[in-house]
């Protein structure tokens, strides 16, 4: 079945530095790709849609200039956390899909900012 | 506006109860409704999608377009079916983007 890998799995940082979170599909390509955020006990929010060779589509309220996602080849999807703070400590998930049809969960990258 | 309604943060039951997930939605047009679960440890996973009309792991869901609802049942419990689960829509807006609901732990007892 297809899989999605996500790196690192999590991480720390200290509030002010930028972290890069990498999606990839390891054995199908995938022109989309999207990334949620998931807080503790809460559900998976749209942050925005990546698309190969174009922009990201970013849903309402979430900063582009914060969070920057790169879209470079059918397989990578990357999303950077720019001047991280603690509220942007959460648990951040990629999917992707072989078709309009099925999406395929990553396995999510635990972020926390102290 | 597009949104998905999961009522319950937990529903817990015994080992052979009857199991009933609720899910209801508000949508301008045809939605897709899907339901996902979550094991511990694990990712999310697909369970069921409503155009499939299948039934996985004993589970199915009837879409009521009436009642704009997408619930999802089991007749018999089973242990193993304690997850996380949540009801997702799908826009049609072109990227075939994903909207969940809060999601409901399920808890089945022995």
């Known amino acids: 079945g297809a899989v999605v890998s996500q790196h690192p799995s999590w991480v720390i940082c200290k509030s002010g530095t930028s972290v890069k979170i990498e999606c990839r599909s390891l054995?199908?390509?995938?022109?989309?790709m999207f990334w949620y955020r998931q807080f503790p006990k809460q559900s998976l929010m749209l942050m925005a849609t990546?698309?190969?060779?174009?922009?990201?589509?970013?849903e309402q309220g979430v900063e582009k200039d914060k969070f920057l996602i790169n879209h470079a080849s059918l397989t990578l999807s990357t999303l950077t956390v720019t001047s991280a703070h603690p509220e942007d400590s959460s648990f951040y998930i990629c999917?992707?899909?072989?078709?309009?049809?099925?999406?395929?969960f990553g396995p999510g990258t635990r972020l926390t900012v102290l | 506006a597009q949104r998905v309604t999961q009522p319950e943060k937990l529903l817990s039951v015994f080992k052979g109860a009857p199991v009933e997930l609720k899910c209801n939605y508000s949508?301008?047009?045809?939605?897709?409704l899907f339901w996902y679960v979550q094991y511990s440890r694990q990712r999310l996973q697909l369970l069921l999608r409503?155009?499939s009309r299948e039934s996985i792991k004993g589970f199915t869901a009837d879409l009521n377009k009436g009642e704009t609802s997408f619930h999802l049942k089991k007749p018999f419990a089973q242990e193993e079916d304690s997850a996380m689960y949540y009801c997702?829509?799908?826009?049609?807006?072109?990227?075939?983007?994903?909207?969940f609901g809060a999601g409901t732990r399920l808890a089945v007892h022995p």
């Open positions: 997702a829509l799908r826009s049609l807006g072109g990227y075939n983007k994903l909207i």
């Open positions: 054995d199908f390509q995938a022109t989309t």
């Open positions: 999917t992707a899909g072989l078709s309009t049809d099925t999406q395929y």
């Open positions: 409503h155009i």
């Open positions: 990546s698309n190969e060779g174009s922009k990201a589509t970013y």
């Open positions: 949508y301008s047009g045809s939605p897709e």
